[in-house]
Nanobody
Framework: QVQLVESVGGLVQAGGSLRLSCTASGSIVSIIFMGWYRQAPGKQRELVATITSGDSTNYADTVKVRFTISRDSAKNTVYLKMSALKPEDTALYYC?????????WGQGTQVTVSS
């Protein structure tokens, strides 16, 4: 059974940095993209960043320049390096991946940015 295993988030001060990782465990083939989404309390889940199998990236305007998504295809792992964090980045961050046959979500990891 394929699962997405996310790293533990954390509490960081505004202006600080944090890196998240997400690994697809089990047998998974033909990944189309991996990405990160987030959901703040009382708000809808929103896209943060995605990266395709061809290394094309897409970012939400609110995180461009500050966040960097990358991947290690050999490990089926995607990373999200978050810098210059702001209190409004506080949210539950979810990893997502898609293949031609399935869509998977991680369990979510909490990132809290204090002012």
């Amino acid at each position: 059974q394929v699962q997405l295993v996310e790293s533990v988030g954390g509490l960081v001060q505004a202006g600080g940095s944090l890196r998240l990782s997400c690994t697809a465990s089990g047998s998974i083939v033909s990944i189309i993209f991996m990405g990160w989404y987030r959901q703040a309390p009382g708000k809808q889940r929103e896209l943060v960043a995605t990266i395709t199998s061809g290394d094309s990236t897409n970012y939400a305007d609110t995180v461009k320049v500050r966040f960097t998504i990358s991947r290690d295809s050999a490990k089926n792992t995607v990373y999200l390096k978050m810098s210059a964090l702001k209190p409004e980045d506080t949210a539950l961050y979810y990893c997502k991946t898609e293949t031609p046959r399935l869509v998977l979500w991680g369990q979510g990891t909490q990132v809290t940015v204090s002012s």
